[in-house]
């Protein structure tokens, strides 16, 4: 990454669409290019969205999908896939077909925009539990989103704990519940695989709510799983990332704030006063 030199890494991300760039796969962009791998994008989904609210939604057809990836996997090796919004069931199912065998994969299970919008409908998140848990090599839930998928009313330390050791007997490899929604041991996750259960603590940062915080925070991990780091190591440099972009995060409508995934160069000049 210094002098110009940088490993060669490919990273994909299938996600949705956020035409004002806050989440969805142009955060995840952004974000890959700021960890140092070529990101690539697989458009999974539309939506029509600002600052304020999702006014619509759209899928992209899974056969196209299937073909998107299919056209990256002719040329690439990707190091690591990830997932976003998937929309509807035919997508997930699409997209667990057409990802080849053995491929890392990191699904952020999002189901809900922060603005109350529905992202993925819920025959679509049955799928995601049946098709694509089984192939998953880590899988980041927020508390809602854990305690929506697992059915475990996730409240305290212990449940957190719980939930994540639910998505593993799904089948996922690992699986980290996001503490940023927490109302206690705020901004801690809980991160657990086969051997065991690991705390991934971060300075808290002065913000909560940031926009595409979860599409930033599961692409920074699969562009470090790109780069070659085991999957606990590429957590922790994700919640370095991360965390750095929630703190020097915009304010890109008034009183709203989303990522900011170029804070290491820029963050004097974006800093908040
Ligand atoms: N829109 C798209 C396309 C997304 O992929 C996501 C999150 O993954 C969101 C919106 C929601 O972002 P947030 O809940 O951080 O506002």
Known sequence: MNNGEMKKAFAATIAGSDPSAGAGLQVDLKT??????????VVAALTA??????IDASSV???????????LEEDFEIGCYKTGMLKNAPT?????EALPKGRKLVVDPVLLATKEY??????????????????TTVVTPNIPEATLISGIKVNDAESMEQAAFWFLD??????????????????????????GVMLVEAEVAPFTDV???????????????????????????????????????WE???????????WQQHKTYYKRE
């Not at 969205?49 to 999702?54: L, Y």
């Not at 890109?252 to 170029?262: D, E, H, I, W």
Request: hydrophobic letters at 45%.
């Open 61 to 71: 057809e899974g056969n196209f999908i299937k073909e998107e990836i299919k056209a």
């Open 118 to 135: 529905r992202l993925l409908d819920e025959a679509g998140q049955n799928k995601l539990v049946t098709d694509l848990l089984p192939i």
């Open 32 to 41: 890959m290019t700021a960890c140092g791998v070529w990101g690539m994008t």
């Open 170 to 195: 799904q089948g996922a490899e690992a699986a980290i519940v996001k503490g940023g929604h927490a109302k206690f041991r705020l901004g801690t996750d809980v991160y657990v695989d086969k051997q």
């Open 252 to 262: 890109y409508a008034p009183g709203l704030r989303t990522m900011n995934p170029g």
């Open 92 to 96: 997930v199912k699409a997209v667990a």
């Open 49 to 54: 969205q600002n600052a304020n609210h999702v």
């Open 211 to 249: 926009h595409g915080s979860g599409c930033c925070y599961a692409s920074a991990i699969a562009a470090h799983i790109a780069l070659g780091l085991p999957v606990r190591e590429a957590v922790f440099e994700a919640k370095k990332f991360v965390n750095g972009a929630i703190k020097y995060s």
